[in-house]
C-alpha cells in the first residue's frame, strides 16, 4: 500500500526555484526521522540565504553619487534662484519704465493731436490765403497787362506829340523871366495844376526842365475856351543872371460835330500860349504880393 509521506500547503523555493518535494514511498523510516528531514529541508534555503550575503558596495557608491548630485543641484537650484530674484527685479523696473514711457508717449501723442489738428486749421487757413492771393494775383497780371498795353499806347502817342511839338519848335519864342529855374519850375507845375493839366512825362535837371501834358477839353472856367481841347509842352532852361528861358507850345484844336477835329489859326495858338506864361508869372508874383500885407501887420506901419 502506498502513501505520501508528507504535504505541504506551501510549496519552498530556493532563489525563486521551487524545491520539488517527491512523494516517497514508505519504507519503514520511523516518523519522528521524517520530521527531521522535513524540518531540515525547510530550514535548509534559510541558512543558505542567510549564510550568503549580498555585495552592497556598488548600491552605496551610486548613492553617494546620487546624494552628491542632489547637493550640487540644490547649490544651483538656489543659484537659479537667487537669479530669478534679480532678473524679477530687473522686469519689474523694466516693465515700470515702460509703463512711464507708455504715459509720456500717450501725453505727446494727445498733445501732437492737438497741435496736429491746429495746424491742420491753419494749413487750412493758408490755403485759403494762398487761393486768394493766387486770385488777385491773376487779376493783378490781367490788369498790369492792361497797363503795359495803354503804357505802350502812351508811349506811342507821347512820341507823336513830341514829333509834332520839335518840328514847330524852332519858331517858338523864348520868355525870359527874372527867376531861378527851381522857383519857376514850380511856378509852372502850380499853373498847370489849376488849370486841370496832368502830366503825362516830365524830365528835371539842374540846366533844364521839360513837361508834357495829357491832352485836356477845355471847361467852360478855364483858359481855354468852351468846346477846345489842348496839350502843352514846357521848356525851362536855366540862363545867366539868375534868368531862366521859358517856352511853351500848345497843340490847340477845336471839336466839331461828331468828334471831327477842326483845325485853329496860329494867332488862337500863339494866344493859348500867352495864356499860360501869363499864368506862371501870376504864380511867380503872389508870394511878393503876400508879403507886404503881413509886414504891414506886423510892423504896424505902412511901407516906405
Known amino acids: 500500500m502506498k502513501f505520501n509521506i508528507f504535504s505541504l500547503d506551501r510549496v519552498p523555493t530556493i532563489d525563486s526555484h521551487p524545491i520539488v518535494i517527491r512523494e516517497q514511498p514508505s519504507q519503514g523510516i520511523p516518523t519522528s526521522a521524517w520530521h527531521l528531514v522535513q524540518i531540515f529541508l525547510l530550514s535548509l534555503p534559510w541558512v543558505l540565504l542567510t549564510g550568503c550575503p549580498p555585495d552592497n558596495t556598488p548600491i552605496l557608491e551610486e548613492n553617494e553619487q546620487i546624494k552628491k548630485q542632489i547637493v550640487k543641484q540644490e547649490s544651483i537650484l538656489k543659484t537659479l534662484q537667487a537669479g530669478n530674484r534679480v532678473l524679477q527685479e530687473q522686469i519689474d523696473l523694466l516693465n515700470q519704465e515702460l509703463r512711464e514711457k507708455e504715459n509720456k508717449f500717450a501725453k505727446q501723442l494727445e498733445l501732437s493731436q492737438q497741435t496736429g489738428q491746429g495746424l491742420s486749421t491753419e494749413k487750412q487757413n493758408l490755403l485759403q490765403h494762398m487761393t486768394a492771393l493766387t486770385q488777385e494775383n491773376q487779376k493783378l497780371q490781367l490788369e498790369s497787362q492792361k497797363l503795359k498795353g495803354d503804357a505802350q499806347w502812351l508811349r506811342k502817342q507821347r512820341e507823336i506829340f513830341r514829333q509834332s511839338l520839335q518840328a514847330n519848335n524852332q519858331r517858338v519864342k523864348v520868355q525870359k523871366l527874372p527867376h531861378k ?124
Open 181 to 304: 529855374l527851381p522857383d519857376v519850375t514850380k511856378a509852372a507845375l502850380r499853373a498847370l495844376a489849376q488849370n486841370g493839366y496832368t502830366l503825362m512825362a516830365k524830365m528835371e535837371t539842374d540846366q533844364k526842365s521839360v513837361f508834357v501834358t495829357e491832352r485836356k477839353d477845355s471847361p467852360s472856367s478855364s483858359i481855354e475856351l468852351p468846346g477846345y481841347r489842348n496839350q502843352y509842352l514846357v521848356e525851362l532852361e536855366v540862363h545867366p543872371n539868375n534868368q531862366t528861358a521859358l517856352k511853351v507850345k500848345a497843340q490847340y484844336e477845336k471839336m466839331g460835330q461828331g468828334g471831327k477835329i477842326l483845325e485853329v489859326g496860329d494867332k488862337e495858338v500863339t494866344e493859348i500860349e500867352h495864356r499860360f506864361i501869363q499864368a506862371i508869372q501870376q504864380v511867380l508874383n503872389q508870394p511878393k504880393e503876400k508879403a507886404k500885407p503881413k509886414a504891414i501887420k506886423k510892423n504896424n506901419q505902412p511901407p516906405l
